[in-house]
Each structure stands twice: as structure tokens, then as C-alpha cells.
């Protein structure tokens, strides 16, 4: 049943455009189905995982290495799994109403679906090599979905840029893994777990920790590698509000959130993660101050939410854990929410700029009832489950020491900020005076405002029943974290104490910079142009070095001139068989001179010699190639008359072929019908010339003073005719003994022989251009 | 190469050539021969016709693109190594039958027609490339 889930988004994925063909955008309600059963299955294992249970399950998949496909289901992966299915219902209705009547909608549906089925399986796996197909499948399908409007030349830069950096960062988790795999010899997550002390004793623990952090701090837009994250707002709005803000790029943290049992409570843990997360969390609050769009202000605050979650997870105090887990949850309701309203804001108004909008609480009114519950619920304010969140990270970090000051400063900033963000989202649009917008605003279909509603009402029924909510999401998930029982009690109740005095500052932090947005804003802008461009600037300009510098080494390896490409081959053949006979001083003995040479010997051995000779006096080309022939035959005759009959057979052959298509090569290529090399030149090539030929004479001749290990040929002699019924043994070593070495020959010769063809073709029908990929002058079409 | 004896003489020399090669390819298992050196024969033998007669006259007398001959006997070398998988003995594994044919025994072997594969990759391969060489803009 699990396996039928894991795969149920993918099936759905295959029809939808099927789907889409006939219903048109109706065809959301049919897919829905598809999630919206998986998350039913999912919930109805909660009471089961609760009581503390594991359900795993899989397939042996090589059995050999180890590897398997297998998933484990706790309270970690199945609050995930929830939140995937659960939002992604939600996201494929409303992509059904915000993208009506697009051309590409099935497509849409499509990719969404492959996502989710991605990103259900990377949560569920629990072999490492499932985890990364799946991590590296959510990367190529956040790819295909922030590229979806590709004729934009910003869209396809922003889907590079996300795919070369989660993609990247993918890379070093696969490095990761495998150290992990090394150290324990497990290759199983749910068996990681308990290897944490194994992990943390080994030598290489701080290059598995930070390969590890390399491939989560990517996905989860950590500073800094965040500058893929709000430029993967170029996807529609629902790819914002679903990978972008609720699902993918919390993958990350996920990954952290797994491997806290078995990598945390380390100091480079306790450092590397506050710290980074800290950071991420400032700079992503601040960033999003300056904008003026709504969804690039989201963006960045989820930069700064993910920095948070970072943060918390490696924090390490009582409270910690917990107070990522809520957060977590809390997060991806509210900020689903407003995501959706902000696309509903852009489709029904015409734009998304805050500085245009206001007054649209009287035209959106259910629009704007989600909007402002999900931004309650992110400004922490009490009965929202936001609110327990908040209240459980000051609980986490509020203590007497120095690090914990820091830190506790950090979070109200941050969330001061973030509590700015959210009304400046949920609440300004909406009320105020009347502006004009591009489009006549009006509420807009059941399908756009049934997903932020229904978000931000779970947001709040979360708040409410904080006791349903921590027995069976919060609870189970923080014990997963810790890998110890681990009980999360906060209520919605505010309880006196430091907790809800610093929240208290915070609200009212937040409510200053609401009131004074526009000039918190222009103060911004006014820093960040004084700090100059950030890493969005440098990823340009690293991809524009990595191409110069590949066009430099091609340059150098690839002069395209034949004459190159033969003297290095032969200068290194040269170097090959010279130098290391005579560095370590293995040049053979000179042989005495036999003395039972025949006449015709000596007669075949001065052919080849004339041969060689007419080749270097002869005047043109053509006499130069007929003269190698003679040569060639000269060779072939010493072969039979040294008893290699096959040998000789298939020289003469060659040879006369040789001398055939060379000939042919010469006419067909109209060469100059004489030599026009310059004396230096000459004089170069017949040196190495002679080196190759003095070489590979030494190299024969050391051979054969050795003794030969005769048990192969003894082994062919006794056996042909035996064993393979044949009394050549040449032949039947190639088509027998050694048949599987000829077939691989044989497929060369064709390929060869296919690849002679095509460049023949290419040299008649004149140079081939190079395709044009310059998308500025074909207008960006596929051609 | 248009003088009057070499295009008399070039149809019963390629004609020759082509029935000693298949000599040359058959006896190979016993005798010096093979599906290689078989190959090369027949190559020079189309090569001989294409000189005396064109490259048009070579294509005509053997109908298909030589190839394709290439790609059959590429695949007819696969077919027979895959033949010993149905005998449940390894990949390439020789097989061999004794019909016999008007009161004489023919040994024939997958080895042999593996062997007539590599021919026919020898002969299509050399000669395709051999007489696209010869080819002309203006033929």
C-alpha cells in the first residue's frame, strides 16, 4: 500500500495531460484524487506511529551490494509525507484555477505531480541510494518547473541556476553518503540512527559532516547559496507556494533533522548549523525588507525561515528540537497560504507590486480572511499555531550565557522582521484606500481561494488543539529528531515567563517596522547597493570563468589541424617506448648476427628496404603510397616465410587495400600532389619518425630475448582441434576461444566505418555551421 | 583507369575474388582463412569493380548499402553468440551440428556463422567507406 502511494503521484503524473486534453482545468478534481488518497493512507497511520511504532517495508534491489529499495515510516517522514500530500492536493486545485486555460496546463500538471512523487520518496527512503535518486529527482523537477515558462530568458537562467546549485550541492551529499556508508557499513538510514557514536569517533567525521551539510545547505537555500531561491520565483505561483516555500527546500532540513541521531551533538554540529542558520535568517529578513514584490518578500522570508529551522536543529538545547518541529509545520501552513494569495493577488488585480495594491479586502474578502490568518499565524500570534512555535524557540534559546544571548537576539530580529513581512503581505494590500490595479480586482474562483483557506485554517484549529496536534504530529516527529522520547507540551495559553516576554518585544519590534515600512525599505535599498552585488552576481560570473576557461583548454587540446594531432601522438608513442627502457635500464642486447640466412631471405629483406627508401626520394605523393605497398608485401612474404601463413594473408590484404584507399583519400581530398614541407619541419617529423621506429625495434627485440611463456600456445595447440573442432588455431582463437574479443572488434569496425562515412559526407557537403543557440536572435523557440 | 583490358578482365577477376574469398572464409577453421582476411578479399574485389566500372555499377550489382551488410553481419555475430543462452551454456559458446546432406556429413557450428558475421562486417564496412571515397561530387 505504501509502495502504491510512493508511486500513485508518478502514475498520475502519465495521464495528466491526457486528463487536461479532455476536462480542460477541470482535470485538477481528478488528480487531486491522487495525493489527496495518499494522504488519507498516511493518516490513518498516525494513531500507529504515535504509540511509538515504525512501519518500513521494501525490496531487495541488489542484494549482492547491499542495496535495497526500502522505505521506514516515523513520526519525521510521515508529518513530511503528510505535508507533501496534504499541500500538493491543495496545489494541484489551485494550479487547476491559476493557470486556466494555459496552453501548457496538462505539462504543468505533469511536472507538479513528478515533484511530488519525488519528494514523497526522498522522505520515505530509507536506503541511501533511494534517497539520493529521489533528492536528485526533486532537483531536476524543480528544474523543469522554474524553467515551465521557458521562452523567458530569465526563467531558463533561473532553472539553470537552481539545477547547477541543488544539483551541485546533490553531489557532495552522494559523497556524503558514501563516507557515511564506509564508516558504518550500513547503507540503511533507519540502521544510521543508531550508529551515531561510531559516526562521531571516526577520523573522518568532519569531511562526512560537512559533504553532508554541502548537499542540505544547497537544497535548503543556506547563505550562501540562497541566490537560487528567490530567482526560482520566475516558476508560477503555485511552484513558488509548493516546492519553493512548503516542500523541497525543506528537504534539507529534513536530511539535518534525520541525521541529528547520528551527526549532531558535536561542536562542529553546535557551530556550523547556528551559525549558518543564523546568518541565513538575517540576511534573508533583511533582503526581504527591500522588496517591493509580494512573492520575492515571501521568498526571502522562506530563505530566512529555512535559516531558522537550520539553526534550531543544531542549536541543541531542550527545547530545540521541538521548536523546529513546530516550526516546521507552522511554516509550511502559513507560508503555503500566502504564497497562494499572492498569486491569487497577481491573477485577480494584475500585479503583484505591494506599492500598487490596496483596498482589496472589500473585492477578495474570502482572499483576504486567508491571507490575514496565515499572516497571524506567522507573526506568532497567540491561538495560531504559529504562536506555539515561536513561543517553544524562545523557550529553546533564552538562557543565561553568552551563545544563548546571541542567539536569542538573532531570533527576535528575525522574527520581528518576518512578523513585518507577514502583514505587509496579508493585511496592507488589502486595506487602506482603493488603488487602481492593471486588472478590475474580484474574487477569484473555489479553486484559487480553497487552498490558502483551507492552510490558514489549519493553522489556526492547529493552535487550538495543540494537545491533538502535539499527540500526533509534534510528539512523534521530535522524538524521531532526537532519536530519544521526547514529549512536546506547549499550549496556546500564553504562560508568563521569558518566553512570552521576549515574544512580546518581538510583536512589537515587528509592528514598528510594519508602521515604517517604506523607509525601513529605502534604507535598505540604500545599504545593500553601499555592500555592492551578492552571490547571485558571482554564480554569473563563475559559470562565465567555467566556459572561458573550457574554450581556453579546448583551444589548447583541440587546435582542429591534423599535423597537431599527429606529432603529439607520435611524440608521445615515441616517449612511451624510449623513455622507460632507458631510465631504468632495460635496453636490449645487441643480437649477434645469424648466420643461416637464406638468399631469398636476404632478398625480401632488401625489398622492404628499396620499399622504405623510394618512399623518402619518391616525388609526389602517389609513388610515395605505391612504394609503402611494396614495402608492406616485402613484410608480408617475411611473415609466411616465418610461418604465420594467416599473418601474412591478412597483411597482403591489408596492404593492397592500404595502398587503394589511401590513393583514393589523396585524389578525394585534391592534396597538393607533392611534399611542401620547410626543412626545419622535415627534419622534425623524420626525427620522431625515427625514435617511433627505433623504439619499437628495441621494444621487439627485448621481447624476444626473453623467455616465452609457452602455457597459452600449448594450452591453444592441445585444445583447438579437441574443444573447438578446428585445426587453425588462429581462427579459432578469434571465433572461439576469444569470440567475445572479435565481436567487440567486429562493432568496431562497423562504427568506424559509419563515423569514415559521415565525414566524407560532412567534406561534400561543404563546413556545417554550428547550431545557434544564441536564444536573443532565434526569439527562444526550439528549433 | 578506363584502358580496354582492365575493363574486360575486371568482371571475372571481382567475380574470382568473391568465390575465393567465401573459399578463403569456409576453410578457415582448418586452413589459414577466416571471416577477416575473407572480408578483405571481397572488399578489394568491389574495390577492383568500382574502379574499372564506378561507383554506381558497384552499388547496382550489390542492391543494398554495404552498410547494411555491415549491420547484418554485426547481427548475425550477436544472434550466434546468443544462441548457447537458449542451450543454457554461457554467452559465445560454440554449438555445433552434424546434418547430413546427400549421404555426406556437414559439420555447421555458431562459431561458422559468427565467423560469416565478421565477413560480412569486413566486406560492408571496407567496402562502404572504400567506395564513398571513390564517389565523386558530380556521380
Given at each position: 500500500m505504501t509502495l502504491l502511494c510512493l508511486f500513485l503521484p508518478f502514475i498520475a503524473a502519465a495521464f495528466a495531460p491526457l486528463a487536461t486534453r479532455h476536462?480542460?482545468?477541470?482535470a485538477a478534481w481528478l488528480l487531486a484524487l491522487a495525493p489527496a488518497f495518499s494522504f488519507v493512507y498516511f493518516a490513518g497511520s498516525l494513531p500507529e506511529i504515535a504509540a511509538g511504532e515504525v512501519v518500513t517495508g521494501g525490496y531487495a534491489w541488489v542484494p549482492s551490494l547491499n542495496l535495497s529499495f526500502s522505505w521506514f515510516i516515523d513520526g519525521l517522514s510521515l508529518t513530511f509525507a503528510l505535508l507533501i500530500t496534504g499541500i500538493g492536493t491543495l496545489i494541484v486545485l489551485y494550479a487547476g484555477g491559476y493557470m486556466k486555460g494555459h496552453p501548457q496546463q496538462g505539462r504543468f500538471f505533469s511536472f507538479i505531480l513528478l515533484f511530488m512523487g519525488a519528494m514523497l520518496g526522498l522522505v520515505l527512503s530509507d536506503s541511501f541510494l533511494m534517497l539520493f535518486v529521489y533528492w536528485e529527482l526533486t532537483s531536476i523537477t524543480s528544474f523543469l518547473l522554474i524553467g515551465f515558462d521557458h521562452q523567458r530568458e530569465a526563467a531558463r537562467r533561473s532553472a539553470l541556476q537552481a539545477l547547477v546549485i541543488t544539483g551541485g550541492g546533490g553531489l557532495f551529499l552522494l559523497a556524503g553518503l558514501i563516507f557515511l556508508w564506509n564508516i558504518?557499513?550500513?547503507?540503511?538510514l533507519s540502521l544510521l540512527v543508531h550508529m551515531g557514536d561510531a559516526l562521531r569517533a571516526s577520523p573522518f567525521y568532519l569531511a562526512t559532516l560537512l559533504l553532508v551539510l554541502g548537499g542540505c545547505f544547497t537544497k535548503s537555500a543556506?547563505?550562501?547559496?540562497?541566490?537560487w531561491l528567490p530567482n526560482a520565483m520566475e516558476a508560477p505561483t503555485p511552484v513558488s507556494a509548493y516546492l519553493h516555500s512548503a516542500t523541497m527546500v525543506k528537504a534539507g532540513v529534513y536530511l539535518l533533522m534525520r541525521l541529528n541521531p547520528a551527526l549532531g551533538q558535536t561542536a562542529a554540529w553546535e557551530i556550523l548549523l547556528p551559525f549558518f542558520g543564523g546568518i541565513t535568517l538575517i540576511v534573508g529578513t533583511f533582503l526581504s525588507l527591500r522588496q517591493t514584490d509580494l512573492k520575492l518578500m515571501l521568498a526571502y522570508t522562506t530563505m530566512a525561515s529555512l535559516g531558522l529551522l537550520v539553526m534550531l536543529t543544531g542549536f541543541d538545547s531542550e527545547h530545540s528540537v521541538a521548536a523546529a518541529v513546530l516550526y516546521l509545520v507552522a511554516h509550511s501552513l502559513f507560508k503555503g497560504a500566502l504564497f497562494m494569495v499572492a498569486g491569487i493577488i497577481d491573477h485577480e488585480?494584475?500585479?503583484?507590486d505591494a506599492t500598487k495594491l490596496g483596498g482589496l479586502a472589500k473585492a477578495m474578502p474570502i482572499t483576504f480572511a486567508a491571507a490575514l490568518l496565515a499572516a497571524l499565524s506567522m507573526g506568532g500570534l497567540p491561538l495560531f499555531f504559529g504562536f506555539l512555535a515561536k513561543e517553544e524557540i524562545y523557550y529553546a534559546l533564552a538562557a543565561g550565557d553568552l551563545r544563548s544571548i546571541l542567539f536569542t537576539l538573532v531570533a527576535i530580529i528575525g522574527n520581528g522582521l518576518m512578523f513585518a513581512i507577514a502583514f505587509a503581505v496579508g493585511l496592507k494590500p488589502f486595506i487602506g484606500k482603493a488603488v487602481k490595479t492593471p486588472k478590475h480586482a474580484h474574487e477569484g474562483p473555489v479553486l484559487l481561494w480553497l487552498g490558502p483557506a483551507v492552510l490558514a485554517l489549519l493553522g489556526l484549529t492547529g493552535g487550538i488543539l495543540s494537545g491533538v496536534a502535539h499527540r500526533f504530529i509534534s510528539t512523534p516527529m521530535a522524538t524521531a529528531v532526537k532519536g530519544v522520547p521526547t514529549e512536546v507540551t506547549i499550549s496556546t495559553i500564553p504562560h508568563l515567563g521569558i518566553a512570552l516576554a521576549l515574544s512580546v518585544v518581538t510583536v512589537a519590534f515587528g509592528v514598528v517596522v510594519y508602521l515604517l515600512i517604506d523607509r525601513a525599505r529605502a534604507l535598505m535599498v540604500r545599504v545593500l547597493d553601499a555592500i555592492g552585488p551578492g552571490p547571485d552576481k558571482a554564480f554569473d560570473a563563475i559559470l562565465a570563468g567555467l566556459v572561458r576557461l573550457s574554450v581556453c583548454v579546448t583551444r589548447i587540446?583541440?587546435?582542429?589541424?591534423m599535423e597537431v594531432y599527429v606529432t603529439a601522438t607520435f611524440i608521445i608513442l615515441a616517449a612511451t617506448l624510449l623513455v622507460p627502457p632507458i631510465l631504468y635500464g632495460e635496453l636490449p642486447a645487441m643480437p649477434a648476427m645469424p648466420s643461416d640466412v637464406l638468399m631469398h631471405e636476404w632478398a625480401f629483406f632488401g625489398l622492404a628496404l628499396i620499399g622504405i627508401l623510394a618512399v623518402l626520394t619518391a616525388k609526389n605523393r602517389l609513388t610515395a603510397i605505391a612504394a609503402l605497398g611494396i614495402q608492406g608485401f616485402a613484410v608480408a612474404v617475411i611473415f609466411l616465410l616465418f610461418g604465420a601463413p594467416d599473418l601474412s594473408f591478412t597483411q597482403f590484404m591489408v596492404e593492397t587495400l592500404s595502398v587503394v584507399i589511401l590513393a583514393l583519400v589523396m585524389t578525394r581530398l585534391r592534396l597538393a600532389p607533392s611534399d611542401h614541407r620547410p626543412m626545419g619541419q622535415m627534419l622534425l617529423d623524420g626525427a620522431i619518425a625515427i625514435a617511433c621506429g627505433t623504439g619499437f625495434a628495441l621494444m621487439l627485440m627485448k621481447s624476444t630475448q626473453n623467455a616465452f611463456n609457452n602455457s597459452l600456445t600449448d594450452f591453444f595447440n592441445a585444445y583447438s582441434k579437441v574443444i573447438a573442432h578446428g585445426a587453425n588455431v588462429v581462427n579459432v582463437i578469434i571465433v572461439d576461444f576469444r569470440g567475445t574479443d572479435t565481436l567487440g572488434e567486429i562493432a568496431v569496425v562497423m562504427i568506424t566505418g559509419l563515423a569514415i562515412l559521415a565525414l566524407i559526407r560532412i567534406r561534400a557537403g561543404g563546413p556545417l555551421k554550428p547550431a545557434d543557440n544564441d536564444p536573443d536572435r532565434t526569439g527562444g523557440h526550439a528549433r | 583507369m578506363n584502358t580496354l583490358i582492365f575493363r574486360t578482365v575486371a568482371p571475372f577477376l571481382t567475380a574470382l575474388m568473391i568465390l575465393f574469398s567465401v573459399f578463403v572464409l569456409l576453410r578457415g577453421h582448418n586452413e589459414p582463412g577466416g571471416g577477416f582476411i575473407g572480408g578483405l578479399i571481397a572488399a578489394s574485389a568491389f574495390a577492383i569493380y568500382g574502379i574499372a566500372y564506378g561507383v554506381a555499377a558497384v552499388r547496382r550489382a550489390i542492391i543494398v548499402h554495404p552498410m547494411s551488410i555491415a549491420g547484418a553481419g554485426l547481427l548475425l555475430a550477436v544472434v550466434s553468440g546468443l544462441v548457447s543462452v537458449f542451450a543454457g551454456v554461457p554467452f559465445m559458446t560454440g554449438l555445433w551440428i552434424y546434418p547430413s546432406l546427400f549421404g555426406v556429413e556437414v559439420p555447421l557450428a555458431t562459431v561458422m556463422s559468427f565467423d560469416v558475421g565478421v565477413y560480412l562486417v569486413v566486406v560492408g564496412a571496407i567496402t562502404s567507406i572504400a567506395l564513398a571515397l571513390e564517389e565523386r561530387e558530380e556521380d
Open positions: 476536462l480542460q482545468h477541470n558504518t557499513g550500513v547503507t540503511q543556506q547563505f550562501p547559496f540562497h541566490a488585480a494584475g500585479t503583484r587540446t583541440q587546435p582542429g589541424r | -
